[in-house]
């Protein structure tokens, strides 16, 4: 290194003991507030679990573990009002259908994400590069309920037309084909 660029390069004297303390006491509201706020959010996520855990109690009380490996849901409540005694819920259809769809959209995010990461990496003109990481970062910071929302409005109705057909709710009467399905899950995760 020449003698002038050593002499350009600005060096930050260390600071004395009393501005570190001064600069402490300015920090120390801030400090004692995201102290509190985190004692209070997991105050909140251990009050969830506590009523959910609490207001699961009769069910696993009354069915025991069948109430995971049971199929009986009754979807509409129907028999649930007419026969005060009966307790149909059982949640494997529901475990399995979560495990399908989340499945399903990790398999298809795997192959569009790897895809455009290498797009975006190795093959995407420069010019192209910074609007689809823009992109990207624009659809990562969208909440998840937004795309819940997306997916009921406009996705589930074009299933629906796509699909289902006049003589697939004659031949499964018991069916409600409404567009809400497993695909429309995948694709919408």
């Given at each position: 290194?020449?003698?002038?660029?050593?002499?350009?390069?600005?060096?930050?004297?260390?600071?004395?003991?009393?501005?570190?303390?001064?600069?402490?006491?300015?920090?120390?509201?801030?400090r004692?507030?995201?102290?509190?706020?985190?004692?209070?959010?997991?105050?909140?996520?251990?009050?969830?679990?506590?009523?959910?855990?609490?207001?699961?109690?009769?069910?696993?009380?009354?069915?025991?573990?069948?109430?995971?490996?049971?199929?009986?849901?009754?979807?509409?409540?129907?028999?649930?009002?007419?026969?005060?005694?009966?307790?149909?819920?059982?949640?494997?259809?529901?475990?399995?259908?979560?495990?399908?769809?989340?499945?399903?959209?990790?398999?298809?995010?795997?192959?569009?994400?790897?895809?455009?990461?290498?797009?975006?990496?190795?093959?995407?003109?420069?010019?192209?590069?910074?609007?689809?990481?823009?992109?990207?970062?624009?659809?990562?910071?969208?909440?998840?309920?937004?795309?819940g929302?997306?997916?009921?409005?406009?996705?589930?109705?074009?299933?629906?037309?796509?699909?289902?057909?006049?003589?697939?709710?004659?031949?499964?009467?018991?069916?409600?084909?409404?567009?809400?399905?497993?695909?429309?899950?995948v694709?919408?995760?």
């Amino acid at each position: 290194m020449s003698q002038t660029a050593a002499t350009t390069v600005a060096v930050r004297r260390p600071q004395s003991i009393v501005e570190d303390a001064a600069s402490l006491d300015r920090d120390r509201p801030i400090r004692l507030l995201l102290a509190a706020a985190t004692v209070f959010s997991g105050g909140v996520v251990l009050l969830i679990v506590f009523f959910v855990v609490r207001s699961a109690i009769p069910v696993f009380a009354h069915e025991g573990l069948s109430f995971l490996t049971g199929t009986d849901w009754d979807r509409a409540l129907e028999r649930a009002w007419v026969e005060p005694t009966f307790w149909g819920f059982g949640a494997r259809p529901v475990i399995i259908g979560t495990l399908l769809t989340t499945g399903g959209a990790l398999a298809t995010t795997l192959v569009l994400g790897l895809g455009c990461a290498v797009f975006l990496a190795e093959l995407a003109p420069q010019r192209l590069v910074g609007p689809f990481q823009a992109l990207v970062r624009l659809l990562a910071g969208i909440p998840s309920v937004v795309f819940g929302l997306i997916g009921l409005t406009f996705f589930v109705p074009i299933l629906q037309q796509a699909f289902v057909t006049d003589a697939l709710t004659v031949k499964f009467p018991d069916v409600p084909l409404d567009g809400q399905s497993l695909m429309a899950g995948v694709i919408v995760l």
